[in-house]
Antibody, heavy 124, light 107 residues
Framework: QVQLQQSGPGLVKPSQTLSLTCAISGDSVSTTGAAWNWIRQSPSRGLEWLGRTYYRSKWYFDYAPSVKSRMSVNPDTPKNQFSLQVNSLTPEDTAVYYC??????????????WGQGTLVTVSS | DIQMTQSPSSLSASVGDRVTITCRASQSISNYLNWYQQKPGKAPDLLIYAASSLQSGVPSRFSGSGSGTDFILTISSLQPEDFATYYCQQSSSAPVTFGGGTKVELK
């Protein structure tokens, strides 16, 4: 059974950097056939996919165009986890942030395991 | 980006009703379409993947159909635990995108 455990701050000041971590158990961040995603949800923007990383003989990274310039997703193989960094935060970045595994083994990708969610509030 | 449009945005139904939710993609996505159920305060749960494949453990009253740009999620007989918000999501190409959601409420 795959489990994802998120950690990180719930309150961040404007212009600062958000760092969230997702610890994986029951799978490996290096698994070929999986992708490791960050998604956020707010009343104004709904469910918004932010980015992902995955390993296929080398590491790959994809980002949503709307946040690409401010965001990075990074794997940490020794600790079997992955992280999200978002720079230059504004109040519009206030949302519940989720990490999620995508199973891509059958040629289709679907988000089958999710973290518990972290409410991040951007406020001074 | 591929835009995903769900309808209706909300609906009222009774236990035992047949419920259908529609999702339309702004361009063809073949059958790279997934459906999720979300309850308040919880992360979304996968119901259907590849447009019509039932995720393990999901009751058979849930079904999905469609291909190309038009997709349907059907709940054949609504149960009390099915009152929730449902989202479609395309995995045809990055960026991954979600529909706006359909909230199923008790009539």
């Amino acid at each position: 059974q795959v489990q994802l455990q998120q950690s990180g701050p719930g309150l961040v000041k404007p212009s600062q950097t958000l760092s969230l971590t997702c610890a994986i158990s029951g799978d490996s961040v290096s698994t070929t056939g999986a992708a490791w995603n960050w998604i956020r949800q707010s009343p104004s923007r709904g469910l918004e996919w932010l980015g992902r990383t995955y390993y296929r003989s080398k590491w790959y990274f994809d980002y949503a165009p709307s946040v690409k310039s401010r965001m990075s997703v990074n794997p940490d193989t020794p600790k079997n986890q992955f992280s999200l960094q978002v720079n230059s935060l504004t109040p519009e970045d206030t949302a519940v942030y989720y990490c999620a595994r995508a199973d891509c083994r059958g040629g289709f990708c679907y988000l089958d395991y999710w973290g518990q969610g972290t409410l991040v509030t951007v406020s001074s | 980006d591929i835009q995903m449009t769900q309808s209706p945005s909300s609906l009222s139904a009774s236990v035992g009703d047949r419920v259908t939710i529609t999702c339309r993609a702004s361009q063809s996505i073949s059958n790279y379409l997934n459906w999720y159920q979300q309850k308040p305060g919880k992360a979304p749960d996968l119901l259907i993947y590849a447009a019509s494949s039932l995720q393990s453990g999901v009751p058979s009253r849930f079904s999905g159909s469609g291909s190309g740009t038009d997709f349907i999620l059907t709940i054949s007989s609504l149960q009390p635990e099915d009152f929730a918000t449902y989202y479609c999501q395309q995995s045809s190409s990055a960026p991954v995108t979600f529909g706006g959601g359909t909230k199923v409420e008790l009539k």
